[in-house]
C-alpha cells in the first residue's frame, strides 16, 4: 500500500512537471495512466501514448468538464485488467461506462464520488465489493452491476449506504450474486423506478416496506436455491407497474383480487412458482401484452383473457377449454379449499372436473356425487366454507384433530343426508348450528366449546363410525404413509410397480436378448383376505432358460423371496410379511423407493437439476457410484394426458435404444407416485449451454462441439424415423430436449409425445402437442403428423446451434421473434448470416464455409412444404463430413512386419507364417477345396453395434 501511494506520488509530480500550462488536472492525468497500465490490452483504448493532455487533446472515450474528467465510456472495448485502486479520486466523474469487458479483481471504492450520476459496470469480471463502495454517493441515478460474480460463494447484499443515493432510478443488479432477504430500505428510495435483481440467491418475501413504490419494472425472477417465497398481495399497491417478473421462485398463495388495480401493467410473468387457487376475473380483464401463468397450481375455470398472449399449461384447471365452467360439485369443494387456505396436499390430489371420477384424496362417492369427506389430521388450518351446503349427498364429514376455527356454518343443517359430524380436537368457536337428530355431532376437544360433546350429539358410541365407501382408494388414513412409497400399504392399497431393464448391447446374444419385452405389468384379480406384495420387480427373460420363465423378485421389509412367472403373467407368491418397500429395476440393480429418496435427499431443491411440465428431476447417485436422474411426476400433473405421456415414455424407451437417445434404467408407479430412472447427464440441456451460459457460469460451446451435437442429434432421430425395427416421431425435439454427458456428446430426450409413424408417405392426424417456435406449420394448423416434423425442428435446432438466439423469444422484436422466419430472411445473404452467427464464436474466417453448409442444412430442413425437407439420413451425411475424423498417420511403407498388405489374405497368412518360422498350415485355414471358408453366422452381428451405425 505504502509503494503504491508513493508511485503516485511521483506519477502526480511528472505529471505536474510534463503538463506545465496543460488544459488537464495532474490528478485526474495520474489516475487515467494507473488505468491504463494496469490493462492487459491497453491498445484497445487508442490512447495517445505521449500525450499527456486528455481534456485539452480530447483522448478517445474520455470527456471532460473544463480540466476535469467528467466520462469515460469504453463500453464493449473487451478490456482486460483491474481498476485503479484510487479510481474515486476522479471526484468530477459523472458518468462512468464500463459495461461488456473483462475488467477483473475487486471493485475499487467508489466512495466520495458526489457528482457520479450513471455507473454502468456491468457484465464484466468483477470479484468483490469494497464495503464503502456505495458511501456518498448522493447523486447517483443508475447503477448497473448485472453479470457480477460478486463476493464468490459468501455472496452480498446491498448496504444501508445505498440508501443515501436518494437520486436513483435505476437499480440493477442481476446475476450479481445477492444473497438473503431484500432489505427493507429498499422500500423508501422513493425514486425508484426500475428494479432488476433476476437471477441472484434471493429469499424471503417482498418487503411490507415495497408498498406503494412508483417501480415501473420489478424483475425478481429465477432466483438459485428455492427462490422467494409469500404472497404478492404488496405488489398490488405498486399501481405504476409496467413489467412484472416473479417467474422461478416459491411465491404461493392466491392471486390479489385488486390485481386490476394495476392499470399500466403489460407484461406479467407468474410461471413456475406455488399460486393456488381461482384466477380472479380482475386478472382475467386486463388488457396485457403478455401474461405467463404456467407451472402453478391454478384450480377451478380458465377465464377468458384479455391478454394479447397468454399461457396457462400445467396448472391444475378443471377444464382445458378458456370460459367453460366447473361442475358445481368441483366449484363446492374448490370454495371449501379456499377457506382453509388451499392446503398444497388436497390441491395437488384434486384435479379434473369430477371428483368421483379419482382418486380426490379424502372423498368418497356414491352413484356420482361426493357423500364422504375424510381429512382427519390434515394440518388444516383456515375456517369452514359454506359451500359444502352444495353438496346435497354428504353423509359425513369427518375433519377431527386438526386447526380449524371459526364456527360451523348454519347452513349445513339442510344437509338433508348427512349422519356424521366429526370437529373433535379443532378450535371450533360457537354458536354451534342445531342438526336434525339423525346427525352425530363429535366436538370433544374444542376448547371454544368447553372442550365437550355437544349436547345436540349422540351420547352413545364414541366410535360406531360408519365404514368408508370402498370405492375409493383414497380413504386411507393419511397417518398411514399409504401410497407414499415408505410405509406398509393396505389390502385395499392399488399400489403397483412397472419395471423397465435397459442391459449394454455387447454380443449378438444381448441383440437377440433386447428383442425381448423389456416390462411386463402383471395385474391379477387379488382375493379378499389376500395380502399381496407391494412390489413386483420384472426381470427380462433368460434366453437360455429352458422352460421360458420371467424371473420376478418380491421385495418387502421382513424378507426377499424369489418366484417364477409364465408369460401368461399367472405367479406363485411367497405370503409370508407384509410389502413394503416398492422397487424398481435399473440394469442389474433393484433400488427401493427408499434408496432413491435417500440419493435425492427426500427429493430436496438442492437435488434439483430441472423442472418442467411434468414435474421435477432430481439428481442422485447410488452406492455403487452410479449416477441416476429421477424425473417425478408431480401430484398435481397426474391427469389422463400425463400419464399417457409417462406410459409413452415407457413403451419408446423399451423398444429402442441408441447411443443419442437418453437410456430409461426404470420406472415406478406406486400410489400417486410416477417416477422414471434415467441415465445421468452431467452437463444438463443444450439450451443451458447455448441461451444461459452466463447464468450458469459456462464456458460457451466452440463451434466443433456444436457441429458434433447436431450430427449427434441427427444420428439419434435418424435411428428413430427409419433405423428402429419401427418409425417413431418425437414430436417434441428442441434445444432443451436435448442433453450432453461428460465429453459434451448428445442424446435426445424426453419421449413422452412420441408417436409411431405411418407406413410411407401417408400422415397421421393428432392432437397437436409440441413446442411453439419449433412446431412444423403443417401440423401446428392442420394436425397432420410425419417425419418431416421432427425435420423441421431439428432445423430450428441447427438455427439456435448457429446464432445463439432461442427460437421463439417474445422480447426480441416483432420481426426478429420467430427465429425461423427470421433466419429464412438472412440465411442467403453471407453478410447477414454471418453478422448473426453468435458472438461467442469469435473470428468466424476459419468456420464461414462451414457455417454457410450449416445454415444451407438448416433452410433445407424448414421449408415450407414436407416434401421440400430432407430425411435425417440426409442431415447426418452432411454433418458427418464436416466433423473432424480421425486419419491414417502418414506412412509410405505398405509392410508391417514383413507384412504386405496388398496381398490377398491367404498368402498374407503364409508370409506371416514363414517369417515367424510357423508349423501352422494353412490347410486348417482353408477347407478341402483350398477356399477361405465362409464366416460363421452372427460374425458381422457381434460387431455391429444395436443402432445399426
Known sequence: MEDFKTELVLVLLLAVI??????????????????????????LLKWPPNDNDPCGNKWPSVFCDGSRVSQIQVQGFGLKGPLPQYFNQLSMLSNIGLQNNEFSGPLPSFSGLKNLRYAFLNYNNFTSVPADFFTGLNSLEVLALDGNNLNGSSGWMFPPALSNSAQLTNLTCMSCNLVGPLPDFLGSMSSLSVLSLSDNRLTGGIPASFKGMILTRLWLNNQVGGGMTGSIDVVTTMTSLNSLWLHGNQFSGTIPDNIGDLSLLQDLNLNGNEFVGLIPKSLGDMSLSHLDLNNNKFMGPIPKFKASKVSYSSNLFCQTQAGVACAPQVMALIEFLGAMGYPLRLVSAWTGNDPCQGPWLGLNCRSGDVSVINLPKFSLNGTLSPSLANLISLSEIRLQNNNLSGSIPSNWTGLKSLTLLDFSGNNISPPVPQFSSTVKLVTVGNPLLGGKQSPSSPTSGTGGLSPPDTRSSSTTDPGSNSGNGIGPTSNRSKASIIVSTVVPVVSVVVVAFLAIPLSIYLCKKKKRNEQAPSSLVIHPRDPSDPNNLVKIVVANNTNNSTSTATESGSASRNNSGLGGSHVIESGNLVISVQVIRNVTNN???????????????????????????????????????????????????????????????????????RLLIYEYMSEGALSKHLFHWKTFKLEPLSWK????????????????????HQSFIHRDLKSSNILLDDDFRAKVSDFGLVKLAPDGERSVVTRLAGTFGYLAPEYAVTGKLTTKADVFSFGVVLMELLTGLMALDEDRSEECQHLAAWFWHIKSDKEKLMAAVDPTLGCKEDISETICRIAELAGHCTAREPTQRPDMGYAVNVLAPLVEKWKPIDDDTEEFSGIDYSLPLNQMVKGWQESEGSDFSCVDLQDSKGSIPSRPTGFADSFTSVDGR
Open 603 to 673: 427429493f430436496s431443491s438442492e437435488n434439483e437439476l430441472g423442472r418442467g411440465g411434468f414435474g421435477v428431476v432430481y439428481g442422485g447417485e447410488l452406492e455403487d457410484g452410479t449416477k441416476i436422474a429421477v424425473k417425478r411426476m408431480e401430484s398435481g400433473v397426474i391427469t389422463s394426458k400425463a400419464l399417457d405421456e409417462f406410459q409413452s415414455e415407457i413403451a419408446v424407451l423399451s423398444k429402442v435404444r441408441h447411443r443419442h437417445l437418453v437410456s430409461l434404467l426404470g420406472y415406478s408407479i406406486a400410489g400417486n407416485e
Open 705 to 724: 462441439r456444436r457441429l458434433t451435437i447436431a450430427l449427434d442429434v441427427a444420428r439419434g432421430m435418424e435411428y428413430l424415423h427409419s433405423l428402429a
Open 18 to 43: 510534463s503538463v506545465g500550462f496543460g488544459a488537464t488536472d495532474p490528478n485526474d492525468l495520474a489516475i487515467l495512466n494507473e488505468f491504463r497500465k494496469g490493462l492487459e490490452n491497453p491498445e
